[in-house]
């Protein structure tokens, strides 16, 4: 959905959107800035952007509009506070879970519920994201690694420690909201692996007259 990069889903800070610049956003930031070019990846709220110029305390990155329909980005104001990750490097530590900064689609958060000392937020999504979110798997909300603690029709749920609702912008999802959301990377590959597999045997019976059925009343 722009730049090119490997993520961890662990936020490294919130940055404050400064303008939505025509075809592209101006973001406030620190940390991320550190060590960052032009042309390197940072993700904001998920999405892999490209940085295209960098200020002091900000830097700019090309969004095209297809990003923007098809995310929370087209949602963002002036004044929006964004969750921010630089894309990892080939030394770094791995934290969280493979996540590319390209996101399957957005769900929107159906109900908050505290839990002890943390918070379980439900997220409604598509069936072809559910389809790939697993109990106990991982998922990326707003460029955020969390863990899967509970799948059913239409929804699922994971449940938010107090620090990551410290440092990231979950704490600020209201009823309705809408988020960005990646399946787990190697969860799509495995599925595509799948499908590959399936596509390829129905190839073969279409070729050779031969099904699974024919095979197993022939004994095989």
Request: one cysteine or more; charged letters at 25%.
């Amino acid at each position: 959905m722009g730049g090119e990069g490997l993520f961890t889903g662990i936020i490294e800070e919130v940055g404050k959107t400064l303008r939505i610049l025509p075809g592209g956003l101006q973001i406030q930031a620190g940390k991320v800035l550190e060590g960052t070019a032009v042309g390197d990846s940072i993700a904001v709220n998920g999405v892999c952007l490209t940085v295209t110029k960098l200020g002091r305390s900000d830097f700019a990155a090309d969004v095209m509009p297809e990003t923007f329909s098809r995310s929370s980005l087209g949602q963002l104001k002036p004044g929006g506070r964004v969750n921010l990750e630089r894309a990892m490097a080939a030394d770094g530590r791995f934290g969280g879970h493979i996540v590319s900064g390209h996101i399957d689609g957005v769900g929107a958060v159906e109900k908050i519920t505290k839990d002890g000392n943390a918070i379980r937020y439900a997220i409604s999504a598509p069936e072809g994201i559910l389809r790939g979110v697993v109990e106990k798997g991982s998922i990326a909300i707003d460029g955020i690694s969390l863990t899967v603690t509970l799948v059913e029709e239409g929804r699922f749920e994971v449940s938010v420690i107090p620090h990551t609702m410290g440092e990231t912008t979950l704490s600020e999802k209201q009823l309705g909201a809408t988020v960005n959301l990646e399946n787990d990377i190697i969860g799509k590959y495995v599925e595509r692996l799948l499908s590959f597999e399936k596509n390829e045997g129905r190839a073969i019976e279409k070729k050779t007259g031969l099904t699974k059925e024919f095979l197993l009343r022939a004994g095989f």
